[in-house]
């Protein structure tokens, strides 16, 4: 009798086992949060059995109980099936329609991912190629992908027509315009400044479907910060798969006498391009769970890794002794880094566990922003050398004005990061970075719209 209940705690213990290993790598739940939710699994097993429930049957009705994590509950039921419990949390018009909804998506991606690629190439009915026409295709290249991802997420947040076309279309329609109407200066700053910070000003319009236009939920801001993090991973992985790919095509062909450069350089390319900023995009919205797991491990490889360099970056700085003669491509690199801490450190807090306390990592992070503090203090003194001594011209005051946009967003988040750590609320530090966002909006539409007409497009 004692062996048999010895066997059947040890089956309990194992199916408990089983649970937690499954909800730890697919859920984004913290170790602290899991131990909770174990903790009241159990309570809710010691209850059961005390009914009159056998372990088994306390086991698979207190794991139905589980409301926080029934999606969790669900999929390892699809993965278990053969188990009894699937009866209970599993039910055939769940998976018919979690299935149907996950082809319907796809469906839809691939169709509006095919319609980027078509765009991107009708261009070439009106002559106009790749290779000769370059400043066309740079000014334009936003809109052949950004207005499909777009579309993805106006249909899968259900946005009525009414609403998602007076919201969508406007910022699309005048980027068109610009891009094709203004009278720019090939060889001026203007057209590169446009062509660089009109895709930035366009993302955001991602971003008012990608949040089902609730643009003033700071919630969905910071999932729309998530997101961006994630799609960039995406899209990098998919970016290296595909040269992969068409490099040992081209490798192929080459060694039966065959040249397909033509076709991979004016076709594949650009098309593959495109497509897969859409494709990136679902990629993000159907494996939640795989990226937000993979967040925290990101950061915290990368924050170590950028907080290095940029300290011997710094260091290198200094010891030059020749920051106020920095040329501009010192200027250049140094604006690069400072967007790439803030992207790290956006991505960062959308990773951290607001109710967690301060810890080792966020002591390393307010090191990462006062090293980025401090080179934009260097650069913007560095620029404003540089305009009192050659006068402003375009990418000067466009370097200037996201050096200052850059100084008060860092420093102020430096300010509650020391905050955090003497005890306060993350939450201040998230309410900051999600309140100063439509701040990288406007300045980005400032430069790509106002600045050609400011410095008469040169």
């Not at 909800?23 to 131990?35: C, E, K, M």
């Not at 090939?186 to 009109?198: K, M, Q």
């Not at 797991?293 to 890794?305: D, E, G, Q, R, S």
Request: charge should be negative.
């Amino acid at each position: 009798m004692e062996a048999a209940q010895s066997a059947a705690g040890a089956d309990l213990e194992a199916q408990i086992a089983s649970w937690r290993g499954y909800v730890s790598r697919h859920a984004a739940i913290a170790t602290a949060d899991v131990d909770e939710l174990e903790h009241h699994l159990r309570d809710q097993i010691d209850d059961l059995r005390a009914g009159g429930l056998t372990d088994d049957e306390a086991f698979l009705v207190a794991v139905k109980r589980m409301g926080s994590v029934d999606a969790v509950s669900r999929e390892f039921a699809r993965e278990h099936s053969d188990r009894l419990w699937k009866q209970l949390v599993l039910t055939a018009d769940q998976g018919v329609e979690s299935a149907a909804a996950g082809r319907r998506d796809l469906v839809v991606a691939v169709g509006l991912a095919v319609a980027a690629a078509v765009a991107v190439k009708l261009p070439v009915l009106f002559g106009l190629s790749l290779e000769e026409d370059a400043a066309y295709y740079a000014l334009n290249a936003s809109l052949f992908a950004l207005p499909f991802l777009a579309g993805l997420f106006a249909w899968k947040r259900q946005i009525p027509l009414r609403v998602a076309l007076p919201m969508l279309v406007p910022p699309f329609a005048v980027a068109a315009l610009i891009a094709n109407l203004y009278p720019f200066d090939e060889s001026g700053s203007t057209i590169a400044l446009t062509a660089i910070h009109l895709p930035i000003a366009l993302w955001f319009a991602v971003g008012l479907a990608y949040v089902g236009g609730q643009w003033r939920d700071r919630d969905r801001r910071m999932d729309f910060i998530r997101f961006t993090g994630e799609w960039v991973v995406y899209y990098t992985l998919l970016a290296i798969g595909g040269a992969v790919l068409m490099g040992l095509t081209a490798a192929g062909f080459h060694a039966i006498g065959q040249d397909i450069e033509v076709p991979l350089s004016e076709w594949i390319l650009p098309c593959g391009a495109v497509g897969a900023v859409v494709i990136a995009g679902w990629l993000v919205e159907a494996k939640q769970n795989v990226v937000e797991n993979m967040a925290p491990v990101l950061t915290a490889v990368f924050t170590p890794l950028t907080t290095v360099m940029l300290l011997a970056y710094l260091t290198a700085l200094v010891a030059s002794g020749s920051v106020m003669d920095a040329d501009r491509d010192l200027l250049i690199l140094a604006d690069l880094i400072l967007v790439l801490v803030l992207g790290l450190l956006l991505y960062s807090i959308s990773a951290h566990d607001p109710r967690a306390p301060a810890a080792m990592f966020d002591r390393l992070q307010l090191l990462l922003v006062t090293l980025a503090l401090a080179i934009d203090v260097l650069m913007l003194a560095a620029m404003l050398g540089r305009i009192g001594e050659f006068g402003a011209s375009p990418n000067r005051v466009a370097a200037l004005g996201l050096n200052v946009i850059l100084l008060v967003n860092l420093a102020w988040a430096a300010r509650l990061q020391v905050t955090f750590l003497r005890g306060r609320s993350f939450a201040a530090v998230e309410r900051w970075q999600t309140a100063y966002l439509p701040v990288f909006a406007v300045w980005a539409a400032v430069v790509a719209v106002v600045f050609p007409v400011a410095f008469a497009w040169a």
